[in-house]
């Protein structure tokens, strides 16, 4: 039975109690620790645990809240968040509602600008590789910064100093607050468009990061990459470095230094030209001189002091040539005459002809006309024909005797 002091809660009215209390009593609060079991959710909800040496308690980060995170919280981190206390009820657990975080010992900004520089550092966006040359003599030079600033005020400067012939165009842009990068990037894609365009400025004087922090957000750093046309970043003063230098195609340390880097000196270009054609004069001046010389010793010699007795040399020296080769041909002739007289009377003298001549016949056995040379090769009743140096006679076998 009941007591009547005695007070019975349901489970939800006990829980909304809590819930009352803690959210009443902790609308704003800074909570400390380390990140653990941090989650981002793919609704864009972010869901992380942050402990200390002796507790533990659950973080929720709305993506309403989450998207206008300078950096992405990871596990082991240590940071402030600041919130209010929230009950869920059907799990009966408390947590905070995370409206602002940041690192502990150093700002999210220092903290977005490591992450960001590993990432796209992990892409090759750095790298040396992706760096296009500038041009030499660049005649139209496009400039993406504020019009009011003291950039832009630098860089005309600079610009008529070296060189009034270059063309300066401007496009207005907003350096700094929020969205200004993308004033900064629709500048970068308007100088792409323009074939006259030879290279492009970005920049602006200094600031602390927050206020140079366009210029190291990611869609700016991609399109600086993309860009067909040379860039050049002018960002700051000399110690500042962001994400924007390091993928622009040339660093300056100032938008002064960008000038000077991006536009080629006048006086310089002159002078370059005038030292070229004193090297060229002094390089022809030079050659004459060597080439005078050797026409002069060449000259020396005593075939161009007597030319008409080096001819008669020649002269002398192809008629005895001519000398030697008759005679050399005469006494061939001479030779090859007596061998081919020599040849001719040994084959007179073997010549069958010849043995007629002397009162011999050649006896041949008809009708097929066989030379005759024994008396076996005949029989009595044959027909000969006996050929003598004159003509030949046909003979009737008779008689055949035997030596």
């Known amino acids: 039975m009941q007591r009547p002091e005695e007070k019975i809660y349901t489970v939800t009215a006990i829980t909304r109690l809590i819930?009352?209390?803690?959210?009443?009593?902790?609308?704003?609060?800074?909570?400390?620790?380390e990140i653990s079991n941090y989650l981002?959710?793919?609704?864009?909800?972010?869901?992380?645990?942050?402990?200390?040496?002796?507790?533990?308690?659950?973080?929720?980060?709305?993506?309403?809240?989450?998207?206008?995170l300078k950096f992405e919280p990871e596990n082991g981190m240590k940071v402030r968040a600041f919130g209010s206390i929230a009950v869920y009820e059907k799990g009966g657990n408390y947590q905070l509602n995370v409206r602002k975080l940041m690192p502990v010992g150093v700002g999210d900004l220092e903290v977005a600008f490591r992450q960001l520089f590993e990432?796209?550092?992990?892409?090759?966006?750095?790298?040396?590789?992706?760096k296009k040359p500038l041009p030499e003599y660049p005649m139209t030079v496009g400039i993406v910064t504020s019009p009011t600033g003291a950039a832009i005020r630098d860089i005309?400067?600079?610009?008529?100093?070296?060189?009034?012939?270059?063309?300066?165009?401007?496009?207005?842009?907003?350096?700094?607050?929020?969205?200004?990068?993308?004033?900064?990037?629709?500048?970068?894609?308007?100088?792409?468009?323009?074939?006259?365009?030879?290279?492009?400025?970005?920049?602006?004087?200094?600031?602390?990061?927050?206020?140079?922090?366009?210029?190291?957000?990611?869609?700016?750093v991609r399109a600086v990459v993309a860009s067909e046309k040379p860039i050049v970043?002018?960002?700051g003063h000399e110690i500042d470095t962001t994400l924007s230098d390091l993928a622009?195609?040339?660093?300056?340390?100032?938008?002064?230094?960008?000038?000077?880097?991006?536009?080629?000196?006048k006086e310089d270009f002159f002078q370059h030209i005038v030292d070229c054609l004193s090297q060229m004069e002094y390089s022809t001046s030079q050659i004459f001189k060597r080439y005078r010389s050797d026409?002069?010793?060449?000259?020396?010699?005593?075939?161009?002091?007597?030319?008409?007795?080096a001819v008669r040399d020649r002269e002398q020296t192809l008629d005895n040539l001519l000398r030697h080769f008759e005679n050399a041909g005469k006494n061939i002739l001479e030779k090859k005459k007596n061998i081919l007289s020599l040849g001719l009377s040994r084959?007179?003298?073997?010549?069958?002809?010849?043995?007629?001549?002397?009162?011999?016949?050649?006896?041949?056995?008809?009708?097929?006309?066989?030379?005759?040379?024994?008396?076996?090769?005949?029989?009595?009743g044959d027909v000969i024909e006996s050929v003598l140096k004159d003509g030949s006679v046909m003979a009737l076998v008779k008689e055949i005797k035997q030596a």
């Open 119 to 130: 990432k796209l550092s992990k892409e090759g966006l750095f790298d040396d590789s992706l």
């Open 347 to 380: 084959l007179e003298s073997l010549s069958p002809l010849a043995i007629l001549k002397r009162g011999y016949a050649v006896i041949k056995k008809m009708p097929g006309g066989e030379t005759v040379k024994s008396i076996g090769d005949l029989s009595g």
């Open 156 to 220: 005309i400067n600079i610009a008529r100093r070296r060189n009034d012939s270059v063309k300066l165009i401007l496009y207005p842009a907003q350096v700094q607050g929020e969205g200004s990068e993308q004033t900064i990037i629709d500048g970068i894609k308007y100088f792409n468009s323009r074939a006259d365009i030879d290279v492009v400025i970005i920049g602006r004087g200094g600031g602390s990061l927050e206020d140079l922090w366009a210029f190291n957000e990611e869609a700016l």
């Open 248 to 265: 622009a195609d040339l660093r300056a340390p100032t938008p002064s230094a960008a000038a000077e880097l991006s536009i080629w000196d």
């Open 233 to 235: 970043s002018g960002i």
């Open 19 to 33: 819930k009352y209390t803690l959210e009443e009593s902790f609308p704003k609060v800074w909570v400390e620790g």
């Open 40 to 68: 981002h959710h793919s609704s864009g909800h972010r869901y992380l645990v942050l402990k200390d040496q002796n507790a533990t308690i659950k973080l929720t980060i709305w993506r309403s809240v989450g998207q206008y």
């Open 295 to 309: 026409l002069l010793q060449y000259m020396s010699r005593p075939v161009y002091q007597r030319p008409e007795g």
